[in-house]
DNA sequence: TTCTCGATTGTCT
DNA sequence: GACAATCGAGAAA
């Protein structure tokens, strides 16, 4: 088991990227707590050409700046005023490509996750869905803009290989008012995984 | 300063 | 299947 290197998150091609973080593991250490699981849903986010990411057009606030960084942060912020969600902030710095972590399987730290979740026994909803798998992960935006190879949220490679007929490619979720970008097949998961998402609607 | 609305989810009908 | 919850970023003034 080994974290990502600093060189994984550097690639351009943010969408190649979405699908070599399937089958990674996602941990945290937030008060304490081990928690981790198998990223089994991705979602790209296309830097200033894309009208669903926060940096269309090359927009640059307080809140995106850190996805202008080099690749290798976390990016956390919070939808709806209730759901935190998880991107992994890639490419060089200057380019502002994110993948949003939408499905995980839990491996580590199942007990705290439904503490965290308020349920009582394991069900696929526990981590299927960004702000869900946030929450059982103790995710929110003290975790915002950490170094992911750190030691508070950190992802590593256990050499788990997909086919690519397990892959499925389709149009990302929430995002309707991307218009054309709305279309993209950018949501990466794994086919038949209880712990992909549902979209909604 | 004010106003609008969202990369969602859980609950109720 | 419909809808409320809930708050801060971003834009306009």
Redesign the pocket.
């Known amino acids: 088991m080994a974290k990502l290197p600093f060189s994984f998150y550097q690639h351009e091609d943010v969408n190649a990227l979405a699908v070599g973080l399937l089958g990674k593991q996602l941990f945290t250490l937030v008060d304490g707590e081990l928690t981790a699981g198998t990223i089994v849903e991705t ?1 790209a ?1 296309k830097g200033v050409i894309d009208k ?4 269309y057009g090359g ?1 640059f ?4 700046k850190v ?1 202008y960084s080099s690749g290798g942060l976390s ?1 956390v ?7 935190h ?1 998880f ?1 992994v902030v890639t490419a060089p710095q200057g380019t502002p490509h ?1 993948v ?1 972590i ?1 499905g995980l399987e839990p491996l580590i730290g199942i007990d705290v996750m439904l503490r965290r ?1 308020n349920m009582e026994v394991v069900r696929p ?1 526990l981590t ?6 946030a ?1 059982a992960m103790g995710i929110d935006k003290l975790l915002n803009e950490k170094d992911l190879l750190g030691d508070e949220i950190w992802i590593e490679d256990t050499g788990l290989k997909f086919n690519e007929e397990t892959i499925a490619a389709v149009p ?4 309707d ?1 991307a218009e054309e970008h709305a279309l993209l097949p950018w949501r990466y998961y794994i086919k038949g995984n209880p712990y992909v ?1 549902k979209p ?2």
Do not use: D, F, Q
């Open positions: 979602e986010y669903a990411s926060h940096a927009r606030t307080p809140r995106t996805m990016y912020y919070l939808c709806y005023g209730i759901h969600l991107n994110a949003l939408r979740r909803n299927a869905g960004p702000g869900a798998l929450k990302r979720v929430g995002v008012y998402s909604n609607r």
